[in-house]
């Protein structure tokens, strides 16, 4: 009985992520037939098609990202402050499914333009990006410190309040930060990978330096 209540626990919390791993899968069946004999496969810069590919390399990125779910499904088994993992589990549970969503999204992106060639995925590349960053934001401050998930610097993997303060910057910054280059992608879609690039590129150093600076303050304070 225990067996059976713990396996109904673990699709109730699994199953959103589950669907979204399947979608794709569902999509490209139902559409196979009806799929141009070369679809596109990667994207330039600019959102530009650049090369193409047999449909069936279409589920190539799916594939990925049900390994990339089961990496992540297993690896916090081998961090050692196992009870933080589990008091993090919520959190982690939505990071898994937010880049299971982003890479569902894009396999739905590259399968639109395989029907519609000049369809400009380029910025709503960037708005996913973004989106992932977004929602990223929200688990930040709720995860404790470990060795597998979060932002895992050497000053915060040492100090418990340099991860939780970090953490909880980096909440508020990627969440408000994503948003801005939301908005930026809006206003200028044709350079809208090159913003979504730099918003997170400032928002890794921004949160790498809040970090580092919160480390030597806290040297300061055991120096004295």
């Given at each position: 009985?225990e067996?059976t209540?713990?396996?109904?626990?673990?699709?109730?919390?699994?199953?959103?992520?589950?669907?979204?791993?399947?979608?794709?899968?569902?999509?490209?069946?139902?559409?196979?037939?009806?799929?141009?004999?070369?679809?596109?496969?990667?994207?330039?810069?600019?959102?530009?098609?650049?090369?193409?590919?047999?449909?069936?390399?279409?589920?190539?990125?799916?594939?990925?990202?049900?390994?990339?779910?089961?990496?992540?499904?297993?690896?916090?088994?081998?961090?050692?402050?196992?009870?933080?993992?589990?008091a993090?589990?919520?959190?982690?549970?939505?990071?898994?499914?937010?880049?299971?969503a982003f890479?569902?999204?894009i396999?739905?992106?590259?399968?639109?333009?395989?029907?519609?060639?000049?369809?400009?995925?380029?910025?709503?590349?960037?708005?996913?990006?973004?989106?992932?960053?977004?929602?990223?934001?929200?688990?930040?401050?709720?995860?404790?410190?470990?060795?597998?998930?979060?932002?895992?610097l050497?000053?915060?993997?040492?100090?418990?309040?340099n991860?939780?303060?970090?953490?909880?910057f980096?909440?508020?910054?990627w969440?408000?930060?994503?948003?801005?280059?939301?908005?930026?992608?809006?206003?200028?879609?044709?350079?809208?990978?090159?913003?979504a690039?730099?918003?997170?590129?400032?928002?890794?150093?921004?949160?790498?330096?809040?970090?580092?600076?919160?480390?030597?303050?806290?040297?300061?304070?055991?120096?004295?």
């Amino acid at each position: 009985m225990e067996s059976t209540n713990s396996v109904k626990s673990a699709w109730k919390a699994e199953w959103p992520l589950l669907v979204v791993l399947a979608a794709p899968f569902v999509s490209f069946a139902v559409t196979l037939s009806s799929l141009p004999s070369q679809v596109p496969m990667h994207f330039d810069a600019h959102g530009t098609i650049n090369r193409y590919g047999s449909p069936w390399e279409l589920l190539i990125l799916p594939f990925i990202n049900v390994g990339v779910a089961a990496v992540l499904y297993f690896i916090p088994r081998l961090d050692p402050k196992q009870q933080n993992i589990h008091a993090s589990s919520p959190a982690y549970r939505w990071i898994r499914f937010a880049i299971a969503a982003f890479f569902t999204y894009i396999f739905f992106l590259t399968q639109a333009s395989s029907f519609n060639p000049r369809f400009d995925v380029g910025p709503l590349i960037a708005i996913g990006v973004l989106v992932l960053f977004f929602a990223l934001g929200f688990a930040m401050p709720k995860l404790k410190q470990n060795y597998m998930i979060g932002i895992r610097l050497p000053w915060t993997l040492e100090s418990e309040e340099n991860w939780n303060r970090t953490h909880a910057f980096s909440g508020k910054l990627w969440t408000w930060g994503s948003l801005l280059g939301i908005v930026l992608v809006f206003l200028f879609p044709s350079v809208g990978l090159f913003l979504a690039l730099g918003t997170v590129i400032a928002l890794a150093i921004g949160t790498s330096v809040y970090s580092y600076r919160l480390f030597r303050q806290q040297q300061g304070r055991h120096f004295r």
